[in-house]
T-cell receptor
Framework: NAGVTQTPKFQVLKTGQSMTLQCAQDMNHNSMYWYRQDPGMGLRLIYYSASEGTTDKGEVPNGYNVSRLNKREFSLRLESAAPSQTSVYFC??????????FGPGTRLTVT | KQEVTQIPAALSVPEGENLVLNCSFTDSAIYNLQWFRQDPGKGLTSLLLIQSSQREQTSGRLNASLDKSSGRSTLYIAASQPGDSATYLCAAQNQAGTALIFGKGTTLSVSS
């Protein structure tokens, strides 16, 4: 099993550009999550999907959209990137009552 | 609103020492608590998960305890090694299938 995979690993964007971060899991998990990690702020939830077909906002959803494409895939879209969105983005998944497993992260810089 | 705090932010110990990392949370009605390890520039590796009905979990040299009434969890590392150097994060989950609320971590350095 690959676990949780994320693409790309690194990305540099200019202000105003758009992009989609991809996440996939092969563990047949129901729930998937997007977090961002910033120095001094820790990890904060952007959006999550408790099950296929549902999505909910987390602590810091502004400037982002998500799509739960199917049970395996959960994507995060930045429509118009801003320097404040420079961060490391982590995708995670879980069977509802079990521990969360994290992907390797995407390091995004917005200039 | 759940808040998770980890003190100290950094800890340095010599190899072989037993140590305890602390995690406190404000809402005792947690569903579970999870400890992670993060190496520089890497993702999070799950170490231990403690369900709300449990008091502790063990994996090798690691032992995590949970005291809901006092809002505290500890991660005990026995016989520390340089390879244990990393940032350790604790995270509380209030309901099944919902987000983890993370502390800011304790960065551990074990010197040989």
């Amino acid at each position: 099993n690959a676990g949780v995979t994320q693409t790309p690993k690194f990305q540099v964007l200019k202000t105003g550009q758009s992009m989609t971060l991809q996440c996939a899991q092969d563990m047949n998990h129901n729930s998937m999550y997007w977090y961002r990690q910033d120095p001094g702020m820790g990890l904060r939830l952007i959006y999550y999907s408790a099950s296929e077909g549902t999505t909910d906002k987390g602590e810091v959803p502004n400037g982002y959209n998500v799509s739960r494409l199917n049970k395996r895939e959960f994507s995060l879209r930045l429509e118009s990137a801003a320097p404040s969105q420079t961060s490391v983005y982590f995708c995670a998944s879980s069977k509802n009552v079990d521990e969360q497993y994290f992907g390797p992260g995407t390091r995004l810089t917005v200039t | 609103k759940q808040e998770v705090t980890q003190i100290p932010a950094a800890l340095s110990v010599p190899e072989g020492e037993n140590l305890v990392l602390n995690c406190s949370f404000t809402d005792s009605a947690i569903y579970n608590l999870q400890w992670f390890r993060q190496d520089p520039g890497k993702g999070l590796t799950s170490l231990l998960l403690i369900q709300s009905s449990q008091r502790e979990q063990t994996s090798g040299r690691l032992n995590a305890s949970l005291d809901k009434s006092s809002g505290r969890s500890t991660l005990y590392i026995a016989a520390s090694q340089p390879g244990d150097s990393a940032t350790y994060l604790c995270a509380a989950q209030n309901q099944a299938g919902t987000a983890l609320i993370f502390g800011k971590g304790t960065t551990l350095s074990v010197s040989s």
